[in-house]
């Protein structure tokens, strides 16, 4: 079956420093993939989508990768600030017209000052 | 900023009652998610409607689970009867859908934190 797998971990780095997260997956060939942000009692939030066909993705201190033959997504932070310290979520789309999403447990990130 | 809003943020009832969840999407957005999400399971799709209408509900007990849109401004979640392991948060998501389903972001409410005693 399907599967998504993120570090069940939580990822403690020290302010100033980049975040790297990782998501890996399994029996799925997502023709996009997104991650989303996750605040203690709120909803997610949507931080970045990338397609198959793209490499990396940027925005502002994000940058996701995406490689579709290690089945693989880094999803990095720079110049890490306290206010990043949230779970981060990693999501799958199927290829197809289904809108259905596959959601990873997510990491946890505690950014230290 | 538009907001997807959810009601009520938290419930606690016993095992047996009726239980329902609203959610007021996105105006515009023409398509809403539901799920449900455990520390167990994470986050998971329980059902989806576009233009109102249910698209997929695989994910939900259909003998105690059913979920409805009155209209384009409500959808419902109702469980009857409730049990313990129903307990969990359940989250309400909208995006407004042209030709693919599947590039959008997707908005969430910040859920409906829900105890099963």
């Known amino acids: 079956s399907q599967k998504i797998e993120q570090n069940s971990e939580a990822l403690n780095i020290q302010e100033g420093k980049t975040a790297t997260l990782t998501c890996n997956y399994t029996?799925?060939?997502?023709?996009?993939l997104q991650w989303y942000r996750q605040d203690p009692g709120r909803g997610p939030v949507f931080l970045l989508l990338?397609?198959?066909?793209?490499k990396e993705k940027r925005k502002e201190r994000l940058k996701v990768t995406f490689d579709t033959t290690l089945k693989q997504s880094l999803f990095h932070i720079t110049a890490s600030q306290p206010a990043d310290s949230a779970t981060y979520l990693c999501?799958?789309?199927?290829?197809?017209?289904?809108?259905?999403?596959?959601f990873g447990q997510g990491t946890t990130l505690q950014v230290k000052p | 900023d538009a907001r997807v809003t959810q009601t009520p943020r938290h419930k606690v009832t016993e095992m047996g009652q009726e239980v329902t969840m609203r959610c007021q999407p996105i105006?515009?957005?023409?398509?809403v998610f539901w799920y449900r999400q455990t520390m167990m399971q994470g986050l998971e799709l329980l059902a989806y409607?576009?233009?109102?209408?249910?698209?997929?509900d695989s994910g939900m007990p259909k003998d105690r689970f059913s979920a409805e849109m009155p209209d384009a401004t409500l959808a419902t979640l109702k469980i009857q009867p409730s049990e313990p392991r129903d307990s969990a948060v359940y989250f309400c998501?909208?995006?407004?859908?042209?030709?693919?389903?599947?590039?959008?972001?997707?908005?969430f409410g910040d859920g409906t934190r829900l105890s099963i005693l």
């Open positions: 990338i397609r198959e066909n793209e």
């Open positions: 409607f576009r233009n109102r209408a249910p698209l997929d």
């Open positions: 999501v799958l789309h199927g290829s197809g017209n289904t809108g259905k999403l596959i």
């Open positions: 998501a909208s995006v407004w859908t042209g030709g693919s389903l599947v590039m959008e972001p997707q908005h």
């Open positions: 029996n799925y060939s997502p023709a996009y």
């Open positions: 105006l515009g957005h023409n398509t």
